[in-house]
């Protein structure tokens, strides 16, 4: 299971918190957006990962892009107005993911959908698991952490918020 997260200050930092040992940190480049980040991070585990892997995001931008939008996407040639000629936002990151994911097994590739920032109640009401809880809150810290270190050259010594989820998530 692999939950990217996204922290932007001036320049985004992209860290991929996964439960395999693979996590990795990585800034995003013009321009750096959110959803260009979260972009990113997803083809970061296509080029990097050979299974099949299922990415659990809190960003409907790429699961609803995966899911659905790219194929509508890729048949107006990633043209947000073909009459006017003008392409759609990041689709020269949307044109790599259809490559990438063309090298790969049909049904290897999988996103779902979880609920971002969580707390109790949300587990609570069935809106998340614990897991999933556990896996966006430690894609965020360890985001946050990275974005800390590339401001100041510095790792932060302990997590840079304090979470209820973590402290009581056996994993």
Request: charge should be positive; aromatic fraction near 10%.
């Amino acid at each position: 299971m692999i939950y990217p997260q996204t922290t932007c200050i001036n320049t985004c930092s992209k860290i991929l918190f996964c439960r395999i040992p693979k996590n990795t940190a990585f800034r995003v480049v013009d321009p750096p957006t959110n959803q260009r980040a979260e972009l990113a991070a997803f083809m970061h585990v296509l080029r990097t990962e050979d299974r099949p892997f299922c990415v659990n995001t809190d960003s409907r931008y790429v699961h609803d892009g995966y899911t659905s939008w790219r194929h509508s996407w890729r048949a107006q040639a990633f043209f947000k107005h073909p009459l006017d000629a003008e392409l759609r936002a990041h689709s020269d990151l949307w044109r790599e993911v259809g490559i990438l994911l063309a090298r790969r097994p049909p049904g290897s590739v999988k996103t779902q959908w979880k609920k971002d920032h969580p707390l109790d109640f949300h587990v609570e009401q069935g809106l998340t698991t614990r897991v999933d809880a556990w896996g966006n809150t430690a894609a965020d810290g360890l985001a946050t952490m990275a974005m800390h270190h590339h401001r100041t050259g510095q790792a932060p010594l302990t997590w840079p918020r304090d979470s209820a989820i973590l402290r009581r998530t056996k994993h």
